[in-house]
């Protein structure tokens, strides 16, 4: 796999025209405005699957987070790229459906900025996750209600685009 210098993400515009590509990590210095996808499962119960990000990860390690996060690869539809980010950190193959785009702009840590027009993907799964250990360092279900205080309560344990994504769904 290849490591965040090396991606290229996919530069748009505020109407998300793609404009260029660029290396994701200077993308995530500079603030430009790129393409991301976030998936967000719920199972039977109504509870959203999270994962807390590896502490190997160069940006948000150890936060937790939507079930799944990424950015298309150049070329690569916002729906394919959720899907096979979701088999690969997650090992879950399941369908999924658009449910709109936010834009948003936050400081990370490190100095590095995510800058991003969110395509935001909706699934229902019940079972457990096979995650990539290198992408995900825990999971856990969790009720919106009680997701919405913990966020509240305690901000720095999540990204920062995780309330803003679960506002921004329909």
Known sequence: MRGAAEDQVVLVDERDAEVGVAPKLRVHETGELHRAVSVFLFDSLGRL???????????SAGLWSNTCCSHPRPGEAPGAAASRRLREEMGIE??????????????????????EVDHLFVGRFDGEPLPDRTEVGEWRWIAIAALEKECAANPERFTPWLPLALAALP
């Open 49 to 59: 699957l999270l994962q807390r990000r590896a502490s190997g990860k160069y940006h």
């Open 94 to 115: 399941c369908e999924l459906e658009p449910r709109g785009t936010f834009t948003y702009r936050a400081a990370l840590d490190n100095g590095l900025v995510e800058h």
